[in-house]
């Protein structure tokens, strides 16, 4: 009994090693892209008169296209989509008030977008083009 609770500890270090596991270097560039995208969402902030969340599932990024394109400039279409839409009509803005409560921008290849219990998960493809059409087809058909 005490091999498979310590096998089963040791397991779960593993697992969750990666997540505690970050270099200072990226710790800095997490937090910049962070920085960087504020500006965004508080404009968001204004624009829908309410308050959506920013997160970045950084697990699924590849730390070289991180580095090389970042993610900030990218997960910004997704706000600037919901901009558009609130401000294209009061039923959008009703829209994204009461069903979008949270962004969630990570690497995903194809492209993905999904919007379930207030959570917008965006999916960015650095290959992919046009995301802020991506997204805001994606809004006008789901919100």
Known sequence: MLKFKYVAALGLCVFLTPAFAQSLAEKEKYAA?????????????????TNIKVK??????????LEERGAATFCNAAFSALNDVCTSSDAGLKAVQSKVKSVTCKQSSPRSLSLKNGELVFGIDYNAANDHEAVLTFLKNNL
Do not use: G, H
């Not at 892209?33 to 008169?49: D, L």
């Not at 970045?56 to 296209?65: E, I, L, V, Y």
């Open 33 to 49: 892209e962070e920085k960087e995208i504020a500006s965004s969402v508080e404009n968001t902030a204004r624009q829908c008169k």
């Open 56 to 65: 970045f599932d950084w697990s699924s990024f590849k730390k070289k296209d």
